[in-house]
């Protein structure tokens, strides 16, 4: 009994307690974001009210005026509608740049697999200033296509990354047999190698998306009619009028345009543990 | 259309879908054969990623590049100037402000991150009792999309209902809350809170990956042979973490150095330029001001930097 305490309280002191201030430090923005939406104005600008508690009632007005008096709907779902196509065209894409590195040997492989990991690292910002012109050539200034379009030249190098490094561990012999039962090696990658990939797939669709979802410069830049924009700019944008911070419903767009990515990531959580961890490692 | 040209066209229609001729099969599977062969293959699932990557990624360098020796506005071709973009840049105050701001962001944010990072991984490490759910609320700043969540951080800096103004005066440390977005170095530390906050997941979730695969019959051995807790985690945990640490210092040194979002929905680069990084600064000189030659110049201005950066990094790791 002793020894039990002893260890529970050394367990306190040198893991819990110091624990919780990272845990804090994690999840307090979000719980003051949830806070301030559900406020009333009379108490969210009462200087002498708590700010971490509602205590006079919560009210849903916020929500309500975002939702009645700003096109928050049409922004969730242009961001939905370029999540899923800009995800869905990189991972094919994805897939098959990353077998044909992982499996096959063509002159210079190594070099497009270099090539790759550069692009990978080329940060967005880097880009935007020309890609918004290329963007108006092509004659998709200010439409969500252009998002659509331009999303893949990020997600591509990524996903591929991260495939390779799945393909890689991916026994090459249950193909091998295959060819050998008379597959085409096009038909051993379909019905053999995606099943069995398909954790990893999972994983670079997740990040893919997440990363679609959070995408703000191009989205920024590319983009100025209310109608065509996505969650995050058209929350931070448009809801800011002039020198009047409407933080009540500026807070609720947040917590609403957080909350479909917060479900996939409590639903697939692991998945998004072990991608963080291989794409950096591998 | 002739009736001989359609003619042919049944006729071609018709062998590849019913009894097909000797001559039209043995096509059929050189072509077949052809893009079997490894070579052929290759190319041609790599295609669609070469073409995207050239037309949206290499094209548009190409076009920063040339952008950049020239005085264009947007929507209006410039005549060539040379360098003297980058010349007015190397002499302008403000483009010498991001510069060294960009340098202090980077610094501060990445070895707090490192620090911070290690020491969360090493407590996420031994958390036995609710594992998953610590683990997901550490990594939950990381998920979230930043523009949103820095609104969160805003609202927590505003200048008169700050939460920590409250908390500062409630609790009696201050009578009057500083100002922490019209100061300039409370700016900067805000803005670097900010960062460690949202990229402290990545280090502590990837740093954890590392110890986990790091084998504990080195630790016990070393503790047969009387190390102490400090020289085991000197000795065995530091160089063994060495190749996750370098790589995820990299990614990191780049993604922070390249900021845009946090300072954007902060501060705008503000007060008076004190936060502003190249990429606030290319978008506020390329497309609120339109001098898309100049702002280019600012972005590639960034480019030789990451190249040093990748070049040091990638070959410390080799050497490791």
Known sequence: MKMRTRKFLGQLFTLHLPLVPFILFALFPFYFMVVTSFKSDGELYDLKAVPFLIQRG?????????????????????????SVLATGISIVIAILAAYSLARLRFRGAPSFG???????????????????????????????????????????????WLLLGYFRTIPQEIEECAMVDGCTRFQALIRIVLPVAIPGIVCAVLFAFTISWNEFIYALTFISSTAQKTTTVGVTAELIRGDIFYWGSLMAGAVLGSIPIVLVYVVFMDYYVSGLTQGAIK | MPTGAMDRKQRALGTTSAVSSPAQDSFLKKTSLFFQREQVMGYTLIAPAFILLGVLVAWPFCMALYFSVTDSWVGQPGSFIGLRNYWNLLHDGIFIQTLQNSFVFTFSAVILKTVLGMTLAMLLFRTVRF??????????????????????????FDSLYSVFNWTLINLGIVQVGPNWLGTPYLAKIAVITVNVWRGLPFFAITILAGLVSIPQELYEAAKTDGAG????????????????????????????????????????????????????????????????????????????????????????????
């Not at chain 1, 919560?58 to 370029?82: G, K, Q, R």
């Not at chain 1, 967005?124 to 290329?134: K, W």
């Open chain 2, 131 to 156: 594992k998953k759910w610590v683990r997901g609320a550490v990594l939950l700043p990381w998920v979230i999309p930043t523009a949103l969540s820095t609104l969160g951080w805003w609202w927590m």
């Open chain 1, 114 to 160: 270099t090539a790759v990991f550069i692009t990978y690292l080329v940060p967005t910002t880097l880009l935007f200033l020309p890609l918004a012109q290329v963007v108006n050539r092509l004659g998709l200034a200010d439409s969500v296509w252009a998002l659509i379009l331009t999303y893949p030249t990020f997600l591509v190098p990524f996903s591929t």
């Open chain 2, 229 to 320: 807790a400090w020289a085991r985690f000197w000795y065995i945990t530091v160089p063994m973490l060495k190749p996750v640490l370098a790589i995820v210092i990299l990614f990191s040194t780049i993604f922070t150095f390249s900021d845009f979002n946090i300072v954007y929905v902060l501060t705008r680069g503000g007060p008076i330029n004190s936060t502003h990084l190249f990429a606030t600064l290319a978008n506020q000189v390329g497309l609120q001001s339109g001098k898309i030659g100049e702002g280019a110049a600012v972005s590639l201005f960034m480019f030789p930097i990451l190249v040093m950066v990748v070049y040091f990094q990638l070959r410390f790791v080799r050497k490791e």
């Open chain 1, 58 to 82: 919560a009210t849903l007005e916020h929500y309500h005026l975002l939702l009645a008096d700003t096109p928050f709907l049409t922004w969730l779902f242009n961001s939905v509608l370029v």
